[in-house]
């Protein structure tokens, strides 16, 4: 009941109100999970604005995968990234012998949920694409059937960039691609996603951000 309020009473009236967001290609998102989809990463509003593009029908489902040390830094941002935002932690750097850091992920998955993935890692300067990580090629490594659906975002660091606290109202549009199926390997998928996401950045000729 808390993430539905937090869904209806916040995410959606900033992203749909305050933001005036205009969704291209709306119908390429996932209608049921499993799926994954990718996004660039400029903002704090990044994940409330992926959060209200699908139907509250599907909020049980949809469960972004953050940094563990930002998300669960500490007890009360932990609760609310687990329980509000329900959050997948993914911890950063080189795992320890034996751990499989996407486990959580494997798990939703394997029950059906949609994945919001940032793959760029962590938030860059506005509106600039950095290098993709690889576990999100991992991830349709193993699950080579299950939808990986890029999402170019653009105007969110303007709204609200890395280091700032203060919300601007900004029109922000929303560029959904098409999914792009694992062909392998690891390397030439993670470059195929990179293109295309690059590609959908360049739909709409946008000036030189100043």
């Not at 967001?21 to 799926?35: K, S």
């Not at 139907?55 to 972004?64: H, I, K, V």
């Not at 494997?106 to 950095?130: C, K, M, T």
């Not at 969110?156 to 098409?178: C, I, Q």
């Amino acid at each position: 009941m808390l993430r539905w309020l937090f869904f209806m009473l916040v995410a959606r009236p900033v992203a749909l109100v305050a933001l005036g967001l205009h969704i291209r290609r709306r119908e390429r998102l996932p209608r049921t999970g499993p799926a994954i989809v990718v996004a660039n990463h400029n903002s704090h509003l990044d994940t409330l604005v992926l959060l209200s593009l699908f139907p509250a029908r599907l909020l049980s489902r949809l469960r972004p995968v953050g940094a563990a040390d930002y998300w669960f830094a500490n007890r009360v941002r932990a609760w609310v990234s687990r329980h509000i935002l329900g959050v997948i932690p993914l911890q950063r750097g080189r795992p320890t012998r034996g751990e499989d850091p996407f486990a959580e992920c494997d798990a939703a998955l394997e029950a059906g949920s949609v994945l919001l993935l940032f793959p760029e890692g962590s938030r860059g300067a506005p509106e600039e694409l950095a290098a993709f990580k690889g576990g999100v090629a991992r991830l349709a490594e193993r699950y080579p059937m299950v939808p990986v659906i890029p999402v170019y975002l653009h105007g969110l660091g303007k709204a609200l960039p890395r280091g700032e606290w203060v919300f601007v109202p900004f029109f922000v549009d929303v560029f959904v691609g098409e999914p792009l199926a694992y062909a392998g390997p690891r390397a030439d998928y993670l470059h195929a996603l990179e293109a295309r996401m690059h590609a959908l950045a360049a739909e709409g000729r946008f000036p030189e951000w100043a």
